[in-house]
């Protein structure tokens, strides 16, 4: 069956361009193009197309104005097409709040020798924005986005240990997955280090708005940060994050290497650098995402000793790298999204490791998180 495809972007070179590159693909075709929103409105009245490209900035009317319309009026799948500006990317990561399935970054015209790389890249995730459009969960999980999330009660003595880690990898759809995740997390919960699949740019405004946001600290990873409760490192776009040791703590690191399953900064590289240092002080999470990083690296924690978690079908954007990972076995639990959380805190409770020192027992965590 063909995707038929309507672009909306106010640069006729940019629509051109898209144009020729959507229409190389076999399965495909643009069936309109669209300078502004409100031409797009009438065009698909007209098209009914089955994937929307959005430029994130747009005359006459914002591009968010019109999305969060279209997502309340009409849902239907929508790839984003974004600057990779400060700008560009605040208002991407609000249209994928928004209901928005991905986004790529608008193409560099002048690098001839990238556009076939790229010609693969916004085709790939127009058919994953197809797929996801066709699932019975696409309009409930529109209105799902709009439920608040409360974090779960205060660990207090259910676990003392600060060797506790919780290691996440995500894809498409994972940044409001992420979001939902972490909204959850209470105050003192175990260091959490996250990657997900973006480009170098995206990641600081991602770590920054869940900052805001969440009750625990969240930020983007340095390099040499120790690891503490009620904190979560966000890998940066332009490196691979592993987890290491320094003397009795836990690290960040990144490493610039080449990318692993096509991605830098990798899944698996986290995972796998988790399940070397951590083993069973760690619980893996794999969340909505295409392709199969990290299943590789989920099993090697499973064998190291960590648990591991897989959000389900119903609640993932795409059902990718999940469905990997329980595939191969690398999974104990699979789970909807919105109790991924409270599960997660509630192993470390099942498991709790009291600390002594002599004849004293250690009744209360200690606080490293003083975010109001």
Do not use: W
């Given at each position: 069956?063909?995707?038929?495809?309507?672009i909306?972007?106010?640069?006729?070179?940019?629509r051109?361009?898209?144009?020729?590159?959507?229409?190389?693909?076999a399965?495909?075709?643009?069936?309109?193009?669209?300078?502004?929103?409100?031409?797009?409105?009438?065009?698909?009245k007209?098209?009914?197309?089955?994937?929307?490209?959005?430029?994130v900035?747009?005359?006459?009317?914002d591009?968010?104005?019109?999305?969060?319309?279209?997502?309340?009026?009409?849902?239907?799948?929508?790839v984003?097409?974004?600057?990779?500006?400060?700008?560009?990317?605040?208002?991407?990561?609000?249209?994928l709040?928004?209901?928005?399935?991905?986004?790529v970054?608008?193409?560099?015209?002048?690098?001839?020798?990238?556009?076939?790389?790229?010609?693969?890249?916004?085709?790939?995730?127009?058919?994953?924005a197809?797929?996801?459009?066709?699932?019975?969960?696409?309009?409930?999980?529109?209105?799902k986005?709009?439920?608040?999330?409360?974090?779960?009660?205060?660990?207090?003595?259910?676990?003392l240990?600060?060797e506790?880690?919780?290691?996440?990898?995500?894809?498409t759809?994972?940044?409001?997955?992420?979001?939902?995740?972490?909204?959850?997390?209470?105050?003192d919960?175990?260091?959490?280090?996250?990657?997900?699949h973006?480009?170098?740019?995206?990641?600081?405004?991602?770590?920054?708005?869940?900052?805001?946001?969440?009750?625990?600290s969240v930020?983007?990873?340095?390099?040499?940060?120790?690891?503490?409760?009620?904190h979560?490192?966000i890998?940066?776009?332009?490196?691979?994050?592993?987890?290491?040791r320094?003397?009795?703590?836990?690290?960040?690191?990144?490493?610039?290497?080449?990318?692993?399953?096509?991605?830098?900064?990798?899944?698996?590289?986290?995972?796998?650098?988790?399940?070397?240092?951590?083993?069973?002080?760690?619980?893996?999470?794999?969340?909505?995402?295409?392709?199969?990083d990290?299943?590789?690296?989920?099993?090697?924690?499973?064998?190291?000793g960590?648990?591991?978690?897989?959000?389900d079908e119903?609640?993932?954007?795409?059902?990718?790298?999940?469905?990997e990972?329980i595939?191969?076995g690398?999974?104990?639990?699979?789970?909807?999204?919105?109790?991924?959380?409270?599960?997660?805190?509630?192993h470390?409770?099942?498991?709790?490791?009291?600390i002594?020192?002599?004849?004293?027992?250690?009744?209360?965590?200690?606080?490293?998180?003083f975010?109001?």
């Amino acid at each position: 069956m063909t995707i038929k495809v309507l672009i909306v972007d106010d640069s006729a070179l940019i629509r051109c361009v898209l144009t020729e590159m959507i229409e190389s693909q076999a399965d495909m075709e643009v069936v309109g193009t669209a300078s502004d929103p409100l031409i797009a409105r009438d065009l698909i009245k007209q098209t009914n197309p089955d994937v929307l490209t959005l430029d994130v900035e747009m005359p006459r009317m914002d591009g968010l104005d019109f999305l969060e319309k279209l997502m309340r009026l009409r849902p239907m799948p929508v790839v984003m097409v974004s600057s990779l500006t400060d700008r560009g990317s605040e208002i991407t990561l609000r249209a994928l709040e928004l209901g928005a399935v991905d986004y790529v970054t608008k193409p560099k015209l002048s690098i001839k020798a990238g556009m076939l790389e790229y010609t693969q890249l916004l085709a790939d995730k127009i058919r994953i924005a197809y797929q996801a459009g066709k699932s019975m969960n696409f309009r409930t999980n529109m209105v799902k986005k709009s439920l608040p999330h409360e974090p779960l009660p205060l660990v207090g003595n259910r676990f003392l240990s600060t060797e506790k880690l919780i290691i996440v990898g995500a894809s498409t759809g994972g940044t409001e997955a992420i979001k939902t995740f972490l909204l959850q997390m209470p105050v003192d919960c175990p260091g959490i280090l996250i990657t997900q699949h973006m480009p170098e740019g995206f990641t600081t405004s991602f770590a920054h708005r869940l900052d805001g946001l969440c009750k625990i600290s969240v930020i983007e990873a340095m390099g040499g940060e120790r690891i503490l409760p009620g904190h979560a490192y966000i890998a940066p776009g332009h490196s691979h994050m592993l987890l290491a040791r320094s003397g009795a703590n836990y690290i960040t690191r990144l490493d610039q290497g080449p990318p692993v399953n096509r991605h830098r900064p990798s899944v698996d590289v986290l995972f796998r650098s988790a399940a070397l240092h951590a083993g069973k002080n760690a619980v893996g999470v794999i969340l909505t995402g295409m392709g199969k990083d990290g299943a590789l690296g989920l099993l090697e924690m499973k064998k190291a000793g960590a648990y591991n978690y897989a959000q389900d079908e119903n609640s993932c954007v795409v059902f990718g790298m999940p469905k990997e990972a329980i595939e191969i076995g690398a999974v104990h639990e699979v789970a909807s999204l919105s109790i991924l959380a409270g599960m997660v805190i509630d192993h470390f409770g099942k498991h709790a490791v009291s600390i002594r020192e002599g004849s004293m027992t250690l009744s209360q965590p200690m606080i490293t998180n003083f975010k109001d």
